[in-house]
């Protein structure tokens, strides 16, 4: 069965300050990755998705992620963090169900403060 | 442009009652999904929908729960006895399922949740 690891519970930066957020997954196969984030008491928002190609993807927000299949791992990052950025983060993994869907296995999330 | 869209948002109710909440997925999307998300946590896998049909339950949904999608629109999840333990929040998801692998696979849209507390 597949997983996620966010091996960070709470990280805090500095608005301007450069910002990766961990996760590394455990999957047999090719995995799709995706991470999302949470406003409190809020919906998912997705960030960016990975399904194949290149490893390196761009997402919404100034935010990217690289897959690095030797490291199973698939960081978010961004070089210059904004106070609206505070928020919970969450890594998945999509376990494919056909065709082009898939379900979502989630991490525990990262919440991130960001100090002015 | 509507999102997926839950009622109601909050709810408070009693121990051993039942409550109901409604989804309403993005409009032609044929894939709704329900996920529970505890206090710390990320959201857990419940179950999903492919129109009308419910193709997989997780062992999460206990013989309390029970989820419908008449018609394949909007869906329904229903917890009958309702526990401390369920107090969470649960969130509903949509996609446009389509059954060729495609390059950039569709996006699953999450609606805002509907939070339970269990007093």
């Not at chain 1, 960070?8 to 961990?22: F, K, M, N, Q």
């Not at chain 1, 030797?70 to 960081?75: H, L, T, V």
């Not at chain 2, 999608?69 to 969130?91: C, H, N, V, W």
């Amino acid at each position: 069965a597949q997983s996620v690891t966010q091996p960070d519970i709470h990280i805090t930066v500095s608005e301007g300050a450069s910002l990766e957020l961990r996760c590394n997954y455990s999957y047999g196969a090719t995995p799709y990755l995706f991470w999302y984030v949470q406003s409190p008491g809020q919906g998912l928002q997705l960030l960016l998705k990975y399904f194949s190609g290149d490893t390196l993807v761009q997402g919404i927000k100034g935010f990217e992620a690289e897959f690095k299949r030797s490291q199973s791992s698939f960081n978010l990052r961004k070089p210059s963090v904004h106070w609206s950025d505070a928020a919970e983060y969450f890594c998945a993994v999509g376990q494919p169900s056909g065709g082009s869907n898939y379900k979502l296995t989630f991490g525990k999330g990262t919440l991130l403060t960001v100090n002015p | 442009d509507t999102g997926v869209s839950q009622n109601p948002r909050h709810k408070i109710t009693k121990r051993g009652q039942n409550v109901t909440f409604r989804c309403d997925p993005i409009s032609e999307h044929n894939r709704l999904y329900w996920y529970r998300q505890t206090l710390g946590q990320g959201p857990e896998f419940l179950t999903y929908f492919q129109n009308e049909a419910q193709l997989e339950k997780s062992r999460l949904l206990s013989d309390r729960f029970s989820a419908e999608r008449p018609k394949g629109s909007f869906s329904t999840l229903e917890i009958q006895r309702t526990e401390q333990g369920d107090s969470a929040m649960y969130l509903c998801a949509s996609s446009l399922g389509q059954r060729r692998r495609q390059y950039s696979g569709n996006t699953i849209y999450f609606g805002e949740g509907s939070w339970l507390t269990v007093v």
